[in-house]
């Protein structure tokens, strides 16, 4: 089944612990991005990745790296959480040339 | 720079009420993408349709309707004879298809309610 898979679902953290959420798709797309989505402010795009090794930042990057090192995966790390980041993450990915961005499940993360 | 305005917050309706959802657009670019995605209860995005900034026929799938509009940049979604199973938050979004084609830009979603 063509999906894109992110785990883990639901995160509790701590202020400053580094944390990882993972991303992977099965489709053999280019394009890769992270939103996050918070209340009355709608998704905003957190960065995406044009292919491997290609990524550029989305309307709200800081505080947050992402990597590209294989097609199929693109982790999204917070070095040091803060709970202004506490929000619901999406993942997504999509063919190149307007082609339509599949989303993950999401995962929730609550930074204490 | 691009934007998309979805100026509904909430929305709500009687079953077998139509409804309209309102989403206008700004870019600069002649070649671009809109989208609506639908985010049930549930929590995931689910892809509706896309519609190319070259194609401006109107579509309808079942209920749904979709009436793009580049004169006035909208692209607007109807839904006919609403049921409660429609009740979810719709966001309408853009993607050029130039240099920034990675960038999709989201409106701040409708949330519609359809009442039984």
């Known amino acids: 089944e063509a999906q894109v898979t992110q785990n883990p679902r639901y995160l509790i953290t701590v202020t400053g612990k580094k944390l990882t959420v993972t991303c992977s798709q099965n489709?053999?797309?280019?394009?890769m991005s992270w939103y996050r989505q918070d209340p009355g402010l709608g998704l905003r795009q957190i960065y995406y990745?044009?292919?491997?090794?290609?990524?550029d930042k989305g309307d709200v990057p800081e505080g947050y790296k992402v990597s590209r090192k294989e097609k199929r995966n693109f982790p999204l790390i917070l070095e040091s959480p803060s709970p202004n980041q506490t929000s619901l993450y999406f993942c997504?990915?999509?063919?190149?040339?307007?082609?339509?961005?599949?989303f993950g499940s999401g995962t929730r993360l609550t930074v204490v | 720079a691009q934007k998309v305005t979805q100026a509904q917050t909430e929305i709500s309706v009687v079953e077998k009420e139509d409804v309209t959802l309102d989403c206008v657009y700004e870019?600069?670019?002649?070649?671009?993408?809109l989208f609506w995605y639908k985010q049930p209860p549930s929590g995931e995005l689910v892809f509706l349709i896309r519609?190319?900034?070259?194609?401006?026929q109107n579509e309808i799938s079942g209920r749904y309707s979709w009436n793009f509009q580049k004169s006035t940049s909208s692209f607007n979604f109807t839904i006919t004879a609403s049921q409660v199973v429609d009740s979810a938050v719709y966001f309408c979004?853009?993607?050029?298809?130039?240099?920034?084609?990675?960038?999709?830009?989201f409106g701040k979603g409708t949330k519609l309610s359809v009442k039984p």
């Open positions: 997504a990915s999509s063919p190149q040339g307007g082609g339509v961005y599949t």
């Open positions: 489709m053999n797309h280019e394009y």
């Open positions: 990745s044009m292919n491997v090794e290609v990524t």
């Open positions: 870019t600069r670019d002649t070649t671009y993408y």
């Open positions: 519609r190319n900034s070259f194609d401006e």
């Open positions: 979004a853009l993607r050029s298809y130039g240099g920034s084609q990675g960038n999709l830009i």
